[in-house]
């Protein structure tokens, strides 16, 4: 069975974005975002993921990719 990996990570690098910017931004906590962005969530809500595409004018297939 595969497995969804957040690719969050390349998406602020790429922007040059920072994980405190980034969280006063979407409105969550620097905790939560690094949880995010470290790939260590079982769970992200739809209202989290739109609000990060908004902010990093992104889609949710950049930041979410499955492997197998």
Given at each position: ?68
């Amino acid at each position: 069975m595969g497995r969804i990996i957040l690719r969050l990570d390349r998406i602020m690098l790429e922007q040059k974005i920072s994980l405190n910017q980034l969280a006063e931004q979407v409105g969550i906590t620097n905790a939560n975002l690094s949880k995010i962005k470290n790939n260590r969530v079982n769970a992200v809500r739809f209202s989290t993921l739109a609000a990060l595409c908004e902010t990093l004018h992104c889609q949710p297939g950049d930041i979410l990719e499955y492997e197998e």
